[in-house]
Structures are given as structure tokens and as C-alpha cells.
């Protein structure tokens, strides 16, 4: 069993709609959450760094950490089709420690 | 703030040759950099960590006289890939670590752009 499990999709949503992205991971000593973003050819663009348990809002995005069910998700409002690109779940145990990333989820947001 | 570098971005070169990667954080020092592997739809996975001053730590299976890292600044982590053959092909991902909290929680990874090696 893989650490941190992401369905690679891909996954196609009309622009505007509502986009739920999530993450399962086995190992209970995570303690820091991050979503990145990727865009095709390009490196992973940090979106959302949660520590512990809880919700994070940064406009149109909302990451939330639920450590009981080890599940993780990443909600984007009013999708975009300028949010199409891979989204990365990732985590760690400690600061500074080594990132577990899950597989991405390719998103596309048709216009 | 907290924006990193790679050099090239893209690179072609023949096979038995060297290539040399430069990572860079731009307004930010570094004292640990990571360096990634990415295959076509494929998640990142870690080759090693390189901390300045020290010797780099490299993953399981990864071969460290083949892929040299070198972090010899606060601002600077470079990865040779030596003796480069077709497998070698990939694009490499260099991301550094912010002990100071820029912009998001402490000790936060912030990637570079990366660099797309392709050996014939």
C-alpha cells in the first residue's frame, strides 16, 4: 500500500462548477499538508500548507484536513479553465522533513 | 518572494556525456535543497536531500556516483548526471527550503521550474 493515495483522474469539470480533490494517507505521524499545482512542463506551485487538522481558505481554494479519517481535500470555487493542470497532494511528519507526494489529479475545466 | 531557479530549463545531450543542473532560490537562502525525478504522469519522486556545507543524503536506489550534488551556497545546489544514458531521460526538479517562514509555515518546499534532460 502506497503512503499517500490520489486518484490520478483524469477528471473534467465545466468551467464553474465546484472541484473536490483528495487524498488518503496511512502513516498517522503526518502533521503538514500541502497541495502544489503543476502545469504541463513546468514544477509543482505551492497552493495551500496546512499543519494538523482543520480548514484553510485562500479565495476561491479551501484545503481541509481530517486526521481521524486520514483524508485530505482541496475544494476550488468557480472552477476556471485556467485551473487545468495537475494538482499534487503532499505531506510530511516533521518540519522540514522529507514531502510524501500522492500520484496528482489531472483537472481539466472546459470552457 | 520565495522564487527558485533551475539552468537549462531544457537540455539534449549524447550518450557517455555529463550534465550539470543549477538550482538557485532567488530571494531566499536554502539550506536544504531536494532534488526530484518526474516521469510523464507521474508523481515526483525524491533522489536525494542536499543540505549546504554537507554531504548530500540520497534515497534508496540512487545511484550517488552517478547523480553528484554539489550545495556549496545558501543559494546554490547543483546536480551532475554523470556518464548520462537514454534512461537517464527525465525531468529533474529542484525544490528549496525556507527555514525562515516566507510565506506560508516554516521549513515550506518551494520548487523550481525544472529541467527537461534528454539523452540520445
Not at chain 1, 502506497?2 to 483522474?9: L, Y
Not at chain 1, 511528519?93 to 500522492?102: C, D
Not at chain 2, 530571494?27 to 536525494?48: E, N
Amino acid at each position: 500500500q502506497k503512503e499517500v493515495e490520489q486518484d490520478p483522474g483524469p477528471l473534467s469539470v465545466p468551467e464553474g462548477a465546484i472541484v473536490s480533490l483528495n487524498c488518503t494517507y496511512s502513516n498517522s505521524a503526518f502533521q503538514y499538508f500541502m497541495w502544489y499545482r503543476q502545469y504541463s512542463r513546468k514544477g509543482p506551485e505551492l497552493l495551500m500548507y496546512t499543519y494538523s487538522s482543520g480548514n484553510k481558505e485562500d479565495g476561491r481554494f479551501t484545503a481541509q484536513v481530517d486526521k481521524s479519517s486520514k483524508y485530505i481535500s482541496l475544494f476550488i470555487r468557480d472552477s476556471q479553465p485556467s485551473d487545468s493542470a495537475t494538482y499534487l497532494c503532499a505531506m510530511s511528519n516533521n518540519q522540514g522533513g522529507k514531502l510524501i507526494f500522492g500520484q496528482g489529479t489531472e483537472l481539466s475545466v472546459k470552457p | 518572494g520565495a522564487v527558485v531557479s533551475q539552468h537549462p530549463s531544457r537540455v539534449i545531450c549524447k550518450s557517455g556525456t555529463s550534465v550539470k543542473i543549477e538550482c538557485r532560490s532567488l530571494d531566499f537562502q536554502a539550506t536544504t535543497m531536494f532534488w526530484y525525478r518526474q516521469f510523464p504522469k507521474k508523481s515526483l519522486m525524491l533522489m536525494a536531500t542536499s543540505n549546504e556545507g554537507s554531504k548530500a543524503t540520497y534515497e534508496q536506489g540512487v545511484e550517488k556516483d552517478k547523480f553528484l550534488i554539489n550545495h556549496a551556497s545558501l543559494t546554490l545546489s547543483t546536480l551532475t548526471v554523470t556518464s548520462a544514458h537514454p534512461e537517464d531521460s527525465s525531468f529533474y526538479i529542484c525544490s528549496a527550503k525556507s527555514s525562515t517562514g516566507i510565506i506560508w509555515g516554516s521549513d515550506t518546499q518551494y520548487f523550481g521550474p525544472g529541467t527537461r534532460l534528454t539523452v540520445l
